[in-house]
């Protein structure tokens, strides 16, 4: 799956993010980007703070384990993870 992306003890998810929804949930891939609707505004980190809360609980992880690497202003977001969140994503992914 192109949206993730391992290296050494790390996944790189690339994520796009749609702050401002009703509620927070996995949408889709589309264009090599897992879709996350945010139920959060984007301002003041609340949407980025949201989305490492909604990922962690997801994919069983502690929050911290969630890390934006790049795109902390974009919609458009690099995430890492630890490489035993792999197991989890990837049955996630394929319930899309």
Same mark, same amino acid.
Not at 29 to 43: F, G, H, N
């Given at each position: 799956? /192109?949206?993730?992306?391992?290296?050494?003890?790390?996944?790189?998810?690339?994520?796009? $993010? $749609?702050?401002? @929804?009703?509620?927070? =949930?996995?949408?889709? !891939? #589309?264009?090599? #980007?897992?879709? !996350? +609707?945010? @139920?959060?505004?984007? /301002?003041?980190?609340? @949407?980025?703070?949201? %989305?490492? %809360?909604? *990922? @962690?609980?997801? *994919? /069983? *992880?502690? #929050?911290?384990? !969630?890390?934006?690497?790049?795109?902390?202003?974009? +919609? !458009? #977001?690099? %995430? +890492?993870?630890?490489?035993?969140? /792999?197991?989890?994503?990837? =049955?996630?992914?394929?319930?899309?």
């Amino acid at each position: 799956m /192109e949206c993730i992306r391992v290296t050494g003890d790390f996944l790189y998810l690339c994520v796009r $993010v $749609v702050p401002g @929804a009703s509620k927070s =949930g996995i949408v889709e !891939i #589309k264009d090599d #980007k897992l879709k !996350i +609707r945010i @139920a959060a505004v984007p /301002e003041d980190g609340k @949407a980025n703070k949201e %989305l490492c %809360l909604f *990922l @962690a609980n997801a *994919l /069983e *992880l502690p #929050k911290k384990d !969630i890390v934006i690497s790049s795109g902390e202003k974009s +919609r !458009i #977001k690099i %995430l +890492r993870l630890p490489i035993s969140a /792999e197991k989890n994503l990837n =049955g996630i992914c394929k319930l899309l």
